[in-house]
């Protein structure tokens, strides 16, 4: 039975990922006000309601890319060496995400000029700028955590884990 579940759980991660990249791609090409949640949707072979299953909304569907490659990141500096200076593992953590490999495999192909697009796109929407915050404050308390694991720190009580937080 655990490998049924699992790979319904790796179903529901692409079905995720696929969403995602969809509403960035969509928007990338049509503008935020331009895309459906119904276009998405049908992007990817899914039903509206299955993409409501996911995401709340378009904006949410979009930021997620900042927030699934942020949890990566401090999922890498909780399984990196240990013995490794801190800013070593972050940097590493980070380019780890730029890599080809089973982490990016739901990563569109794409030409770097996209990739500025999409970015622009993030930074202009207002509604967008909003979710991007709420995305960046989940990401921050989960890279604290990874931090003050590395450290022996609590990431609620100790100074380094928050002051690195907020810098």
Same mark, same amino acid.
């Given at each position: 039975?655990?490998?049924?579940? =699992?790979?319904?759980?790796?179903?529901?991660? @692409?079905?995720?990922?696929?969403?995602?990249?969809? @509403?960035?791609?969509?928007?990338?090409?049509?503008?935020?006000?331009?895309?459906?949640?119904?276009?998405?949707?049908?992007?990817?072979?899914? #039903?509206?309601?299955?993409?409501?299953?996911?995401?709340?909304?378009?904006? !949410?569907?979009?930021?997620? *890319? $900042?927030? !699934?490659? #942020?949890?990566?990141?401090?999922?890498?500096? *909780? $399984?990196?060496? #240990? =013995? !490794?200076?801190?800013?070593?593992?972050?940097?590493?953590?980070?380019?780890?995400?730029?890599?080809? =490999?089973?982490?990016? *495999? $739901?990563?569109?192909?794409?030409?770097?000029?996209?990739?500025?697009? =999409?970015?622009?796109?993030?930074?202009?929407?207002?509604?967008?700028?909003?979710?991007?915050?709420?995305?960046?404050?989940?990401?921050?308390? !989960?890279?604290? @955590?990874?931090?003050?694991?590395?450290?022996?720190?609590?990431?609620?009580?100790?100074?380094?884990?928050?002051?690195?937080?907020?810098?």
């Amino acid at each position: 039975m655990a490998g049924v579940s =699992g790979l319904r759980e790796r179903k529901k991660e @692409a079905t995720r990922a696929a969403l995602s990249w969809a @509403a960035v791609r969509l928007t990338v090409e049509r503008g935020l006000n331009e895309v459906k949640i119904e276009d998405i949707a049908e992007a990817v072979g899914v #039903s509206p309601r299955t993409f409501n299953n996911y995401f709340s909304s378009k904006a !949410e569907a979009i930021a997620f *890319r $900042h927030l !699934e490659r #942020s949890l990566r990141v401090a999922v890498e500096l *909780r $399984h990196g060496p #240990s =013995g !490794e200076p801190l800013w070593e593992a972050i940097t590493r953590a980070v380019l780890r995400q730029l890599e080809p =490999g089973p982490e990016v *495999r $739901h990563m569109p192909p794409q030409e770097p000029g996209d990739w500025v697009a =999409g970015v622009r796109v993030m930074l202009a929407e207002p509604v967008l700028e909003a979710e991007m915050l709420r995305a960046g404050k989940i990401a921050e308390k !989960e890279l604290a @955590a990874a931090i003050a694991d590395r450290t022996g720190t609590d990431a609620e009580s100790d100074l380094y884990p928050v002051w690195w937080q907020r810098a």
